[in-house]
């Protein structure tokens, strides 16, 4: 399968701690990438690779991987109300000639 | 500042075709693989097409023989040729740089162009 499969939306209360989970083939070859969704926006790259921030994700941001597997998580610790947004997976598929994208997960800050 | 920005969208009637570019600034976009993806309003990502550094092409099976990328190194732009423009084409067209080649680590991406088939 080509498909990245996430939790269509999430809810975690104000200061606590959410995962969000991303499964598929191609995470068993390649890690993976998250990113922000905000409306009306451009997705913001948020976790690369194993574990990586881009310059300016604040270090509440954390991504872990099962390798071999096929699952990746992105951890966001101690939620901000600005977290609130969509979230999405990707990864390069199982051929390694394309790219793939998650459904995207909603998450909603109570 | 590393920088994309898209042009090229508007209104099109289905069937008809579409030329989107994507301008860098702030890196040297000769040694970077390039991508499109695409939104429809108020749904997830999808992949469209790459482009490797080195011009090789890659498209995703819903648009492969009616899009064509390419890229212009001299002026640090890459293009998505849209022909046979279908309903189902309408979206907010994203370009985004690959920060690793092969790795699918999309950063930064353009602000979008809104792509619209309808008679």
């Known amino acids: 399968s080509s498909e990245l499969t996430q939790d269509p939306a999430v809810s975690v209360a104000l200061g606590q701690t959410v995962r969000i989970t991303c499964q598929g083939d191609g995470l068993s070859k390649y890690f993976g990438s998250w990113y922000q969704q905000k409306p009306g926006q451009a997705p913001v790259l948020v976790i690369y690779?194993?574990?990586?921030?881009p310059s300016g994700i604040p270090d509440r941001f954390s991504g872990s991987g099962s390798n071999p597997g096929n699952t990746a998580s992105l951890t966001i610790t101690g939620v901000q109300a600005e977290d609130e947004a969509e979230y999405y997976c990707n990864s390069r598929d199982s051929t390694g000639d394309h790219v793939v994208f998650g459904g995207g997960t909603k998450l909603t800050v109570l | 500042e590393v920088q994309l920005v898209e042009s090229g969208g508007g209104l099109v009637q289905p069937g008809g075709s579409l030329r989107l570019s994507c301008i860098a600034s702030?890196?040297?976009?000769?040694?970077?693989?390039m991508h499109w993806v695409r939104q429809v309003p108020g749904k997830g990502l999808e992949w469209v097409s790459g482009v490797t550094s080195a011009g090789d092409t890659f498209y995703s099976n819903s648009v492969k023989g009616r899009f064509t990328v390419s890229r212009d190194n001299g002026r640090n732009s890459f293009h998505l040729q849209m022909n046979s423009l279908r309903d189902e084409d309408t979206a907010v067209y994203f370009c985004?740089?690959?920060?690793?080649?092969?790795?699918?680590?999309?950063?930064?991406w353009g602000q979008g162009t809104l792509v619209t088939v309808s008679s």
């Open positions: 702030g890196f040297n976009f000769n040694t970077y693989d």
């Open positions: 985004a740089r690959e920060t690793v080649t092969m790795s699918g680590w999309f950063d930064p």
């Open positions: 690779g194993r574990n990586n921030r």
